[in-house]
């Protein structure tokens, strides 16, 4: 079993509809989740993070952590064809361990909007 | 404010060749971390440095790479001697606290080893 599973893609939507990401983990002592958006040929850019269960918002973009079912999801509303990218999730164990620094990647979904 | 550079952005060697990475992160950010994406596959940590020392290099695959990071400024990641499977791209990144922190990425070195 992967570390950080993404649900498997490409995923398509419709220009202004809503897109939907998930990603599950497996070490139930991470603490620090991340997504990252990824354009062709590109490096990560983040885009969200969350640490506590429940949603945050940013602007189009909404984070949302289950720490219980171990699961962080990502929402676009109102898509564009601007983020049509492939999309990361990571997952960081605490502050405080020595490997509290290390980022651990799923797949990436790659995300297609179409005008 | 400068993001995190790395040099160069590709590298062709052939196998049994020696390959050195550079990477120079934001200024002031103690953490710098090494990563790589081998062809489709996820991006690997490699090892993680807080300022000249090495915290966690748990990802390192073998003996043939050696990170550096002398007076805790730009670092270095040689591959001796380079093998067909080290190709995929290295991204180098930094940050200026371990754990909530987000971690900010430079552009990646695109390395083929032919």
């Known amino acids: 079993q992967k570390e950080v599973e993404q649900n498997s893609g490409p995923l398509s939507v419709p220009e202004g509809a809503i897109a939907s990401l998930n990603c599950t983990y497996s070490?139930?002592?991470?603490?620090?989740f991340f997504w990252y958006r990824q354009y062709s040929g590109k490096s990560p850019e983040l885009i969200m993070s969350i640490y506590s269960n429940g949603d945050k918002e940013d602007g189009r973009f909404t984070a949302q952590l289950n720490k219980a079912s171990q699961y962080v999801s990502l929402l676009i509303r109102d898509s564009q064809p601007s983020d049509s990218a492939t999309y990361l999730c990571a997952v960081n164990m605490p502050g405080g361990y020595t490997n509290a620094g290390k980022s651990t990647f799923g797949d990436g979904t790659t995300l297609t909007v179409k005008p | 404010e400068a993001g995190v550079t790395q040099f160069p952005s590709h590298s062709v060697i052939e196998k049994g060749q020696t390959v050195t990475l550079r990477c120079d992160p934001i200024s002031g950010h103690d953490n710098l971390y090494w990563y790589r994406r081998v062809m489709g596959k996820e991006i690997k940590f490699l090892l993680h440095?807080?300022?000249?020392?090495?915290?966690?290099e748990s990802g390192m695959p073998n003996n043939r790479f050696l990170a550096e990071r002398t007076g805790g400024t730009y670092s270095t990641l040689k591959v001796q001697p380079a093998e067909l499977e080290d190709s995929g791209v290295y991204f180098c990144?930094?940050?200026?606290?371990?754990?909530?922190?987000?971690?900010?990425f430079g552009p990646g070195t695109r390395l083929t080893v032919l």
């Open positions: 990144a930094s940050s200026p606290r371990v754990g909530r922190g987000e971690q900010f």
């Open positions: 440095f807080v300022k000249e020392s090495k915290q966690d």
């Open positions: 070490d139930r002592g991470s603490q620090s």
